[in-house]
């Protein structure tokens, strides 16, 4: 039986090439990146956005917290790609998704 002592959370994120420090790292940059477009949105559309990613395949996808939202930001897709582009070059494309509501 072992009677190692546990490792603090702090040593398992930061340790390179870890699981859960890539995942840190990925949680960081998507965060990173719907601060950025939050930025850089006019405060009229930037409230709508909950989270932003971009896929492997350059698709910028924006998170909406509703329908309307998703609409509205939809007129704006040449703007969302214009942003999303200057921070990531290798996006191609938007895609507006609505987060699914929580029943309640």
Do not use: Y
């Not at 996808?61 to 930001?73: D, F, G, K, M």
């Amino acid at each position: 039986m072992s009677h190692k002592e546990p490792k603090p959370l702090s040593e398992l994120v930061h340790k390179t090439g870890s699981p859960v420090q890539k995942l840190a790292a990925e949680a960081h940059r998507r965060v990173s990146l719907t601060d950025h477009m939050r930025t850089q949105l006019p405060e009229s559309l930037s409230t709508g956005v909950l989270a932003c990613n971009i896929r492997s395949d350059g698709t910028l996808v924006v998170i909406t917290s509703s329908p309307e939202w998703a609409s509205r930001l939809r007129f704006a897709s040449a703007q969302l790609l214009t942003i999303g582009r200057a921070l990531e070059p290798q996006v191609q494309r938007v895609r507006l998704r609505v987060a699914n509501a929580i029943p309640g």
